[in-house]
């Protein structure tokens, strides 16, 4: 079983993530190219550094160009029964490509849909797993000690093979658009109507006992507690590829999907006009994952977000 691993990757979730395995008595070298938060110099030192025999390099990077990148270059450095872990939100038939890629080398691949932002470390990750049923049961001590405490199945799945990940990742942060856009606009039109005269006690007393509840609610609650009107953000969303990607599923599939796609195309529409719904789908971004969100005031027209997200 595995007892130390590489981790690449030390941003808002990876350091937390280094952190949680370390108390779950998972050592962790990380790898990162800011060399302040960095147990390593690279990539090379990295994987010396980790027990010959089943190495496990846990990628923690954003999706696209950067994975692919770290990916590749530990093809070159890895071996025969080593396993290459990719946490991040990759499109799924990415995994299956880079699969096949890595096998001719003999070293494998496990894709794992991660949730649980920057709250990951006290609450632990809700983890969604792709991959060769073995590979994975190696792999068990260090999604046990990432994932939340209880019943396993309850924070924890093996959806499938390579790929299943990331799928059953992308459909979870479909339906969080989903929640996240009617939590929104529930809130637009409580702050419209005169008649409620204390918005954010009305949804704190939906934290309880209603058939609403939930975190994303609480964060939302949490959001009004710091900022009331919420005028220290803009309104402005970013989308960050999944809620795309669930909705060309569901168009390839014959799925229908109206909620979704509303929500999706409600982000677009916050990009050109000032709306109190996005400025709230905003601040429930920057609550539970750490999104970088626009401050309020002048924006320059079309402007793009203040980093990649997570």
């Known amino acids: 079983m595995v007892s130390h691993i590489g981790l690449v990757g030390l ?14 008595g998972i050592e962790v070298t990380g790898y990162d190219p800011r060399p302040e938060v960095s147990d390593v110099a690279s990539l090379a030192d990295l994987v010396a550094a980790l027990p010959a025999g089943r190495r496990v390099v846990w990628v923690m990077v954003p999706a696209g160009d950067p994975t692919r990148g770290v990916v590749q270059e530990l093809g070159a450095l890895l071996g025969e029964g080593d396993v290459v872990v990719e946490g991040g939100n990759s499109h799924y038939p990415e995994d299956q490509a880079r699969a096949a890629e890595l096998a001719e080398h003999g070293i494998g691949y496990v894709d794992v849909g991660v949730s649980g932002g920057v709250w990951g470390l006290a609450n632990g990750y809700g983890l969604m797993v792709g991959g060769d049923a073995a590979q994975v049961a190696h792999l068990m001590p260090v999604f046990d000690a990432l994932r939340p405490e209880g019943p396993r199945e309850e924070g924890f799945v093996h959806a499938g093979e390579v790929g299943a990940g990331h799928f059953a990742k992308m459909v979870h942060n479909g339906i969080e658009y989903g929640l996240m856009q009617a939590y929104a606009e529930g809130y637009e039109l409580l702050a419209a109507k005169d008649i409620v005269t204390d918005v954010h006690g009305t949804m704190k007393a939906w934290t309880r006992g209603t058939v609403v509840r939930s975190w994303l609610l609480d964060l939302m609650v949490k959001a009004l507690e710091e900022d009331p009107s919420l005028t220290a953000i803009d309104d402005w969303v ?38 109190p719904a996005m400025k709230a789908v905003a601040a429930l971004r920057q609550q539970f994952g750490g999104h970088a969100v626009r401050p309020a005031g002048p924006a320059s027209p079309g402007a793009g977000p203040l980093e990649p997200p997570a």
């Open 238 to 275: 970013d989308d960050s590829g999944e809620g795309r990607w669930t909705v060309d599923e569901a168009i390839d599939n014959a799925v229908p999907l109206p909620v979704i796609s509303a929500a999706l195309f409600a982000r677009f529409s916050s990009r050109q006009t000032e709306s």
């Open 11 to 24: 941003g808002k979730m990876g350091n937390n993530m280094r952190e949680r395995l370390r108390h779950g």
